[in-house]
């Protein structure tokens, strides 16, 4: 449906290296950048759908990137730069959806009425001839856009998550390690709010279950979701896989009757097009067409509970809500931890330092028993 493949193996497996969380957000924002851009000859061309698909997935991804590692960008740059990359997303969505639109038509089954055969090669006609339209809308706007100045921009933003101000402090090194940790004690909150509508469905209404705009919602939370969790499960020793894997199969099945949707919609604007236009034989075989279409997104829709229940059950046991906690921004508490960190050697060195009458009265006593030797009555070890 729409030939959708997974993206996985055009991105690249990253490490976290040496405790450096920074590191690992820019790392992964420039990954992603990278997939973007490697794909934007392909998508310009047009023989390959899949490049502007797999474009438009990585400036999602990157958007999801950038404001889950938000805490170590400037937040007024960040919006900026949100923006840039959402417009690239909206560029690349109707081309994308007319790609889909004809693929669908394309590997649907007319029947041997010569009415809905005749009706499905006039459609597909149709389509091509809107998607090359919509593919030259999305050219220009790209000469607008200046993608390699754009490339540049965001190379140059991703990279600014790992500058530090200089800082020869000794707990220098320390305040990575404790970065990572203050972000990971918030990725679980994090999470918790991005799951949360994906659970809500489970107690939606049967009614709502087959709603279209309800699937496509759920859809999109499942996506952003999932790419929280790719993004994150290198930092949690893979443990995400499993939700990922039943993510994606759920997203399948909901993209499919998205897919479907959205083309039988169009079928139908077309369809009265055609009526008003007093070619009957023409809008009977689009009827036909959207009634079998119709058929194939019911079909699917008795897949959609299970498969949410399995996704639902692995969520509850990685992230139980009765764990929830308040958010925290990684790099406030990690100041707050180094600053708690250096009071406890300041006050350290300070006992350690003979520089007041209490410390020069225990230092001269000291100096004087190491002469004399200890006061009467003391134990004296040989």
Partial sequence: MGNRRNMKDTRTALTLKNNDIRRFASDSALNFIRVMFEN???AKEGEDIEHLHDMRVASRRLRECFQLFGSFYATKKTEKILARVKKVTRILGIPREMDVNVSVLETYKPKRSPVVQTTHEYLLEIFEFEQARYRKKMLKAFDKLDLKL????????????????????????????????????????????????????????????????????????????????EILNPLHAGRFEKAIELAKQLQEILGKIHDLAVLTGRLNTHRIHLMEKTRSHLARGCQEIVADLGKLKQSLLPQVEPAHKRLVDELGQLLPLESQSAAVDPTEMAMEKSSQEASKVERRDENLRPDRPSDLLSSTQSEDQATTGPKSGAARSF
């Fill in 40 to 42: 934007a000859d392909g």
């Fill in 150 to 229: 754009l490339e540049s921009d965001l190379t140059r933003f991703a990279q600014t998550a790992i500058s530090r101000s200089p800082n020869s402090h000794l707990l220098a090194d320390a305040r990575q390690d404790l970065e990572l940790e203050a972000f990971l004690d918030q990725t679980t909150h994090v999470l918790q709010e991005k799951i949360a509508p994906i659970l809500a469905f489970g107690s939606s209404p049967a009614s709502q279950i087959s709603d279209d705009d309800v699937l496509h919602r759920l859809r999109i939370n499942i996506k952003k979701s999932r790419y929280c969790f």
